[in-house]
């Protein structure tokens, strides 16, 4: 969804993401290469955009702790002044409402990216590729989160394989307090690794349409790492798994873990049965509006 006021203001919203699996395959670059399958959740923050006439930008953050982001630190603010370096534009005022958590490994911060871009994309006309571009510049998986939805993506991130997908999944997300760091994550998965590779199993069963073997085929290459600088994460996924869930994961590098139903009432009843001490947000999967 999204809102035109004449063009002199827009407000779009950007959707989290969630990791069915991720598996780390190597490194590239600098990087570690990833094979992950992943999915829009109706989790999103809200971004509105007032032009301006002197071709600067601002960005206005509010909501989960995001008003302590320095503004050089700020991928949604890079990402706007990348867009006017390309197209040259008046410059906009950005406000971003933010209710994906932050740090919880569900791509907060790649969906204010993406956000900003499809915004200012329909305020002032673009080309896809080379938003892309620009997304992919700016992070790992910002170039995905532009149209989201289900898709394969692999190297690290910026490779996009989008996924038809006729079944909706629904969720229960927690988020243990204290984070998991994501570059620590990774650099320590190269000491705790996770041997099981599901991409491809999830991949398949999802493209046959064999929606009751995803759940099964959940895994994170991450996780195991994750445990080790946040114990939380584990103690998450064990309260998930008394609630006879389709299936449990991490999503990213975390905190976030989820529990995956394949039917509604399931999941409703599942939080009906929660007696932990973790908050628990219901959530599902969705395919996004395309803004360009």
Known sequence: MWYNYGMNSICVRAFAKINLTLDITGARG??????SVVASIDVFDEIELKRREDGLFSVHMSGQGSEAIP???NNALKAAEAFGRQYKTQGADIFVRKNIPVGAGLGGSSADVAGVLN??????????DVIKRIADDIGSDCGYMLRGGFARITGRGERVCPVECGKTFYLLLAVPEGGV????????SDVYPEKRHTSNAVYSAICAGQFEKVGGSLSNGLYPAAV????????????FSALCADGVNMTGSGS??????????????ALARYGGAFKLTKAQTIIPPRYI
Do not use: K, W
Request: charged letters at 20%; glycine letters at 10%; aromatic letters at 12%.
């Open 228 to 239: 080790v600088i946040n114990p939380a994460v584990r103690e998450a996924s064990d309260a």
């Open 181 to 188: 760091p994501t570059g620590r994550c990774y650099a320590l």
């Open 119 to 128: 915004a200012l994309s329909a305020m002032y006309g673009a080309e896809y």
């Open 71 to 73: 503004p050089q630190s």
């Open 30 to 35: 600098g990087y570690h290469a990833i094979d």
């Open 256 to 269: 976030g873990v989820y529990a995956l139903f394949s039917e509604r009432d399931a999941r409703d009843g």
